[in-house]
């Protein structure tokens, strides 16, 4: 029998927010990083390489590496074990610079069973824009082992993925001059009006002047010149630690695998009447072979036998949950009912959907 546990969260943190570092709070416009993606081979494998007939591919870009160090292997049949096909993924942070390092993260992509001990052979990395930005090498660090035998096999966390602290090399610098711009926008990560306009009189107070203008409720845009800073990088040293109270939306966020209930500090239910309870039909067959007597004609007969029933569990009577001001009083109400974490899940969707449960409501 499946067990399933609810949490009803009280974090403090929501109940009185507090002020957040606006650096914490948004994105600043044109400082970001970009995506980096290779196709590459992994060497040195003991026996947990791609099958070359089932992964032409690792054949292939096999054959083009040993080309390219003067190995001809045209026409030639060789089955390897000990290589693998493999995707390469990075982040080029903001302003890296060529000559830094970067980490990289190595999946397999064939039918490889582990990258254990396996090194990357030099593999570009490419942006969006089909550009090489970083070139990665280095041996793989495997996060999982596997092993198996004739009749059975064990695999513990997932051998096939891997990192390289520092394993490629930026070779390629993203063209952004951040000293040209004379407006910076700021991009608030989750976009509310009362956060924006709290950062605007934040951001203005600290420069005693109108520098900063709310543009919606996901943009604050700052005025590099009215800043009277040596440069952008300067103006957003003066901004980045400045603190602002978030406004959060009123949220109930529900895992409906593992059971677990997550509420904000502002959800809020209105009056409202609930009843839960549960059918079961239970249907249960039970066969019974029928035999003729010793040394009588006759051939044996299998007789149906069937069960039916149906259960109505008590569940709960009509209850009433009360108006509630506070989170505490919503998870009393509903812990007073009495219900599993699966059916209080339920409850909270019905009375979503009767309007008295005024929250976003977001299901995993």
């Given amino acids: 029998m499946i067990r399933l546990f609810v949490f009803l969260l009280l974090l403090p943190g929501l109940a009185q927010a507090g002020a957040v570092r606006l650096k914490d709070l948004v994105e600043f416009d044109g400082v970001r990083g970009n995506d980096l993606v290779g196709y590459g ?10 099958g070359l007939r089932n992964a032409p591919f690792t054949e292939e870009i096999m054959s083009n590496i040993l080309e390219r160090l003067g190995v001809n292997v045209t026409g030639e049949d060789f089955r ?19 000559g830094s390092q970067i980490d990289i993260t190595v999946s397999a992509i064939g039918d490889s069973k582990s990258l254990l001990g396996g090194t990357l052979i030099m593999t570009p990395l490419n942006a969006a824009d089909g550009q090489i930005y970083a070139v990665a090498q280095g041996t793989v660090l495997a996060g999982g082992a596997s092993a198996e035998g004739q009749a059975a096999s064990v ?19 993203i063209e952004f001059d951040l000293r040209s ?16 306009g709290r950062i605007e009189a934040a951001v203005n107070t600290v420069f005693n002047g109108r520098v900063a203008v709310m543009r919606d409720s996901g943009t604050v845009e700052l005025d590099i010149t009215a ?28 895992d409906q ?34 035999q003729p007597n010793p040394f009588a004609e ?21 209850a009433e949950v009360p108006e509630s001001a506070s989170l505490s009083d919503v998870v009393a109400g509903l812990n007073a009912l009495g219900v599993s974490p699966r059916d209080m899940i339920d409850i909270l969707k019905t009375i979503k959907a009767a309007g008295a449960l005024h929250a976003e409501f977001v299901v995993r």
Wanted: overall charge positive; glycine content about 8%; proline content about 7%.
């Fill in 155 to 173: 695999v513990q966390g997932v051998p096939t993925s891997g990192v390289i602290p520092a394993g490629a090399r930026v070779e390629r610098e």
């Fill in 257 to 290: 695998r593992s059971g677990t209930i997550v509420m904000g500090a502002d959800v809020r239910i209105s009056r409202v009447a609930v009843s839960q309870g549960s059918l079961t039909l239970r249907v249960e067959e039970a066969p019974i072979a029928v």
């Fill in 227 to 254: 800043t009277q800073t040596k440069s952008p990088a300067h103006a957003i040293v003066r901004i980045e630690n400045i603190l602002v109270e978030p406004e959060r939306k009123a949220r109930v966020v529900v």
């Fill in 298 to 318: 006759g051939d044996t007969v299998i007789v149906p036998r069937t069960t039916a029933e149906i259960e109505q569990e008590p569940g709960i009577k009509l």
């Fill in 181 to 196: 711009l004379t407006r910076l926008r700021l991009a608030l990560r989750e976009p509310d009006f009362t956060t924006a």
């Fill in 41 to 50: 081979l992994v060497v040195g494998l003991n026996g947990t390489g791609d």
């Fill in 80 to 98: 390897p074990k000990n290589v693998a096909a493999v995707f390469v993924t990075a982040a080029l942070p903001p302003f890296a610079r060529v």
